[in-house]
């Protein structure tokens, strides 16, 4: 069973972080991988660009409209995710406890398509 690791951080969060700050930060998410690699967990994962990069597809009555940013604004943005195969939604826990913390994480189920 696959879980995404939704990984979130304070709006702005990584335009203010010191060089020596993200240098800190990025070893914290290279020991994860490793722990991950370790445990012989199959996982991926990615960083992303700020929220205010982002671009968001909305119904309307004039049918599909495009709008920068966020769906939903928030405190908080979603920062990175790690997909993990485990065996259930307490080993994803276990997992997640151990992963770089932020603002928070989600822990979320990933529809697997038949």
């Not at 049918?63 to 994803?92: H, I, K, N, S, T």
């Amino acid at each position: 069973m696959r879980f995404a690791l939704l990984l979130f951080d304070t709006e702005g969060y990584w335009e203010a972080v010191s060089p020596q700050e993200m240098e800190a930060a990025l070893a914290e998410h290279a020991a994860f991988a490793e722990y991950l690699r370790a445990k012989g967990v199959t996982f991926s994962g990615e960083a992303l660009h700020p929220s205010k990069e982002a671009r968001s597809l909305r119904p309307s009555k004039d049918g599909v409209v495009a709008a920068d940013g966020p769906f939903v604004a928030l405190r908080e943005e979603l920062a990175g995710f790690y997909l993990v195969d485990c065996a259930g939604v307490e080993e994803a826990e276990e997992l997640a406890r151990r992963c770089p913390l932020g603002a928070g994480i989600e822990i979320r189920p990933v529809w697997e398509v038949p």
